[in-house]
């Protein structure tokens, strides 16, 4: 027994030493330059002056333009405002990779083990190719006289000079990203759903339950932790996202990857302020995913008990 | 036995390693800057080995080789980027003994603010940022920066309209067209600026550096603020896109040839240097990659006809010359947060 504790030890001693050099010493080069005092590019000396920076502002709210009333507002503190709009692009491209991977999974569990095998090698096709490329590529089917929009001209759905004003803006961000993301959604659900127990269904639909109670009160709370675990993998990448912002956003609206970017990669570099942000953008998701997973630990010990 | 064979193989390995001397110089320079056949040539005439590396902004070359152990020879830094790394003493001094051909450049761009002397660096290449059209789309085409800020001129190009995505670039059209310095912007001129920019920004369909050549040669925008050689290159693929330098004046800059102060083939890069400086190897680069040379013993009739009357080789008169300074921190940090508000 113990021999085989030892030895199981060994197993895990690639992984440690690969996330001990490549995981834990960057976090902690970031931690610590994060409390360093700014320079050219970094003293190492004590100073709290990024945190100061991080929250100058505070929580209080301007114009967002002071000459246009009908612009609306935005909060002064520019971590909280790009924060903000990463917040919502990321949900809305979690919502969008749901609404879509949620059905393709439960599709996929109900194939034969043959076609599950050819449809589970399928979703995995996106991430063969590089993200800037396939970034790219969506510029040309969604720009300006682009194939989608010559393609709806021939329809008839489109006037000769309509656009569907779809390309560089927050929307096309997102679609983007829905595609690319796809696949982190539709692996966890599809797991969690092939091990759900079938029989449990036609147990309900005897007890007369309709098709809606059965999904909502019996596949939904079982396939519970797959969904989360692909909203997680989801949400915590597109909050991070920097090529998409840059390339289908047009680089008009910044989201907090693109924003940490320029803290370290734009003259005059601003390393502390870059690390506290990241460092600030790290805690904020860890703290949501151990949240999310309790919560959904906490269903999964209900619905067993 | 077998262990001992291995290191045999091993021991044998690393000694030939050593044993050759053949130098090897390591390059980290603009992408599109020297042409392959040229470092392949000067390989074959001198026996020193070349491998380059690429960088697409001044920002991202010091950050690579801010800490002086990033392990290059040569770097390709622009004027402001050449200021700054000569203060972080990052660049070696020159021996001018050693580059002969410093006498085939141009004094157009020798002896500026940064360079005094060419003292730490080559000055290699020049090109300006004006703006570009698509003479097929745009009825009433620029003149002027101030012409970029006007609505109802904006109007009928609305969507089809893209600005540099650097806050320096940016800020210089607004500065420039209110008739003030785009190198001392003053906390009251960028907010006068910003408005100019916050009333542009709706008719923009992107700000863009990398690839505003591209969508500028394919029709999806019809006018763009873009590099020169960047232009020429849309240019030679798009003979519909003409080129202006508006009339306030223009931001123009110099990418340079500098040995870093790290470099322990400080010699070998000499040679490589003025060897660069050959006008005929100098030509080869600024036919392929489209940007122009600063060497002047170039003959005007070898340079590509397609160039030769493209936006690259499209000067500036000298008081229309915009060289941006190193801003220094505060002031930096005052045109970055101008362009953060302006996509917030």
Redo the contacts between chains.
Sequence with gaps: MMGRLRWSWFLMLPALLWLGVFFVVPLGMTAVAAFARRGEPLEWTFSMAAWVELGRGGFGVVARDPDDAAAGWRFQNEALAVGWRTFWVSAATTAGAFLIGFPAALFMVRRSARWRRVLYGLIMIPLVANSLILAYAWVTLLRRDGLVEKFLRTLGVLGEDGSLGLIYTPSAVVLGMIYWYLPFMVYPVYSSLEKFDWRLLEAAADLGATAWQRLVHVLWPLSLPGIMTGCLLVFVQAAGTLVFPELLGGSKTRLLGPLIHDKFLSYPENYPLGSALALALMILTTFGVWQALRVSGERKDNSVS | MRLSRLLAIFCLATASVTAAPAQTLKLLVWEEYLDPSVLKAFTKETGIKVVEDNFD????L??KT?TGKSGYDIVSPSDY?VQ?MVR?KLLAELDHAALKNLKNLSPDFTDLYYNRGQKFAVPYTWGTSGLAYNKKKVKNPPASWADMFEVEKLQPLK??I?ML?D?REVAATALLALGLDPNTGKPGDLEKAA?LL??Q?PF?????SA?AED?LAS??TWLAQGFSGDIATAQAENPDIAYILPKEGVSFFVDNLCILQESKNKAAAHVLLDYLMRPEVALVSMNAMKFASTNKAIKAEEIDESLRSSAALMLPAREKRVLFMD???EM??AF?ALF?DL??
């Design positions: 902004d001044n920002e991202g010091m950050a801010g980027a700054i972080r969507g089809r893209s995505d806050a408005v916050r009333r920004k923009l369909a992107k700000y863009d690839s969508s029709g999806e801003p220094g921190q930096g940090d970055e953060n996509k917030n």
